[in-house]
């Protein structure tokens, strides 16, 4: 259940973040944040729905909540400077760069926990880390010139998306420790919530998420609620948003030994940037270099055994 969890997160956001280059391009016509609190909301509504679903209840626990908000903050600031990448560079690069956040948080979470909790960390990981920065730098070199005046810019969100995105992913799995009694007592882990309890951990997320993005649209941008293609993208973008989450959450809860927890998010990282490449390639033209993604590949892959 593992490999599935990973395999249908990494696609449910590969097209979330189609639908945020969506929404980007609709802005210029229309004059919206391409960040809707309809996405974020219509996520609160799968998570719903899926965890009805799956139990026939609604389970509610204040500790998970709170972390859920914590969360939610993580996220609204991360989509808030995601769009800001997209605009001022190429978004196939952009979104390759945020997601490769994903081979760092097992160096934060072996440093801080260790065996004992299930990470564990070699040289030959370090090694993939190492190719896997080689190959972004190679991407970014000789990028579309059309984006040159905005380059200092969009390397500031963008590397302020990836620090972003490193932290909430830790984040990720350090609430998974949280919900195992087995691990020895720590103080990184005050306290124990109940898995059966989580409901309100992803619902509080996409909430205050969307609360961020409204309170951010409104400062930003004169938008009315009349822009239909906005509306259009960001409820379906919130769906598979949602699922993606829904999912990612599953693949960190069933994480079970120190192979899946050391892949984790780099697998999920190969799917997410071999998608988003490629449907910037196909729909958007842009140019890939697919060499260099190779390399990031290659140095997932090795990291990964």
């Known amino acids: 259940m593992f490999l599935l969890y990973l395999a249908l997160a990494s696609i449910t956001t590969a097209i979330s973040n189609l639908f945020i280059r969506k929404s980007t391009d609709a802005r210029k016509e229309f004059g919206g944040d391409p960040f809707l609190p309809q996405r974020l909301l219509s996520s609160v509504a799968v998570i719903a729905l899926f965890s009805f679903v799956g139990t026939g209840k609604f389970s509610f626990d204040v500790k998970m909540s709170l972390l859920g908000i914590v969360s939610g903050i993580f996220l609204g600031t991360l989509m808030w400077a995601t769009g800001r990448s997209v605009n001022r560079g190429p978004s196939g690069l952009s979104f390759s760069i945020i997601n490769a956040a994903c081979v760092v948080p097992p160096i934060i979470m072996v440093s801080l926990f260790g065996i004992a909790y299930g990470f564990d960390y070699t ?16 991407m970014g070199y000789g990028q579309d010139t059309s984006f040159k005046n905005q380059y200092k810019k969009w390397l500031f969100w963008v590397l302020l998306s990836f620090t972003i995105h490193v932290l909430h992913l830790t984040f990720f799995q350090w609430r998974a420790l949280l919900m195992n009694e087995c691990y020895p007592s720590s103080p990184l882990l005050p306290f124990v919530c109940d898995p059966e309890k989580g409901d309100g951990f992803m619902i509080s997320m996409f909430l205050v998420a969307a609360l961020i993005q409204k309170l951010v649209s409104k400062a930003s941008f004169t938008f009315t609620f009349s822009d239909r293609p906005l509306w259009k993208f960001g409820v379906v973008g919130g769906l598979f948003n949602g699922i993606g989450g829904y999912f990612m959450i599953k693949a960190t809860e069933t994480a079970a030994t120190p192979i899946d927890k050391a892949t984790l998010f780099p697998l999920f990282c190969i799917g997410v940037i071999f998608l988003c490449n490629l449907w910037g390639n196909l729909l958007f033209k842009e140019k890939i270099k697919w060499i260099a993604s190779g390399v990031c590949f290659a140095g997932i892959f090795i990291s990964l055994f």
């Open 123 to 138: 040289i030959r990981n370090a090694f993939g880390a190492v190719l896997v920065v080689f190959g972004l730098l190679w």
